[in-house]
């Protein structure tokens, strides 16, 4: 039971390259989401997906696309990668939403 | 306004002392409320649930204050392991909006 996967773990990017961030969980949980943290920000919410087929913006989503591919992955796309987007980006999910969210380990994305 | 507040501290104790964080929220309507632990460059982790009558795990207890609007994390006998930064994380109960604060940093000295 590996609980949240994440891919890649580090990523390098140049000002206008385009990359997908995977994300996917085998916990059978309904509802999954994409943050980032940044230093002194805390979490933000990009995206989240309360159930298969659903997505809805966050606190911060321009820049960003997100795909619910199944109920057990969400992708999360930059298609012009900015320098303001150099961050760590979690994934996390949850049974339902009100409930605990258990996370990924986190994508560590530099945009030069 | 931010919805969910905490003090960035840090907070440096000695090993075998309780030190206790407190977490703000905004919104009223806010119907759960969460710890979590991060350690450096990970990912964060559920700590424990908040619960209306408080709830406690080992040394670890949590408080919820409605009236006032604040969560609170007491660590008893704390532990060079509980040295980490803890997150305070509320739900907004519109959307799926999970609020997080910027962490409360806690180093336990030998």
């Known amino acids: 039971n590996a609980g949240v996967t994440q891919t890649p773990k580090f990523q390098v990017l140049k000002t206008g390259q385009s990359m997908t961030l995977q994300c996917a969980q085998d916990m059978n949980h309904n509802s999954m989401y994409w943050y980032r943290q940044d230093p002194g920000m805390g979490l933000r919410l990009i995206y989240y997906?309360?159930?298969?087929?659903?997505?809805d913006k966050g606190e911060v989503p321009n820049g960003y696309n997100v795909s619910r591919l199944n109920k057990r992955e969400f992708s999360l796309r930059l298609e012009s990668a900015a320098p303001s987007q150099t961050s760590v980006y979690f994934c996390a999910s949850s049974e339902n939403r009100d409930y605990e969210q258990y996370f990924g380990p986190g994508t560590r994305l530099t945009v030069t | 306004r931010k919805e969910v507040e905490q003090d960035p501290g840090p907070f440096n104790v000695p090993e075998g002392a309780t030190v206790a964080f407190n977490c703000t929220y905004s919104n009223s309507a806010s119907q759960s409320f969460f710890w979590y632990r991060q350690d450096c460059r990970k990912e964060p982790k559920l700590l424990m649930s908040?619960?209306?009558s408080g709830n406690e795990d080992g040394r670890f207890t949590a408080q919820l204050n409605r009236a006032s609007q604040y969560i609170s994390l007491l660590i008893r006998d704390s532990k060079l392991s509980d040295s980490a930064t803890y997150l305070c994380?509320?739900?907004?109960?519109?959307?799926?909006?999970?609020?997080f604060g910027t962490g409360t940093s806690l180093t336990v000295i030998p």
């Open positions: 908040v619960y209306s």
């Open positions: 994380v509320v739900n907004a109960n519109t959307g799926n909006q999970f609020y």
């Open positions: 997906s309360a159930s298969e087929g659903t997505t």
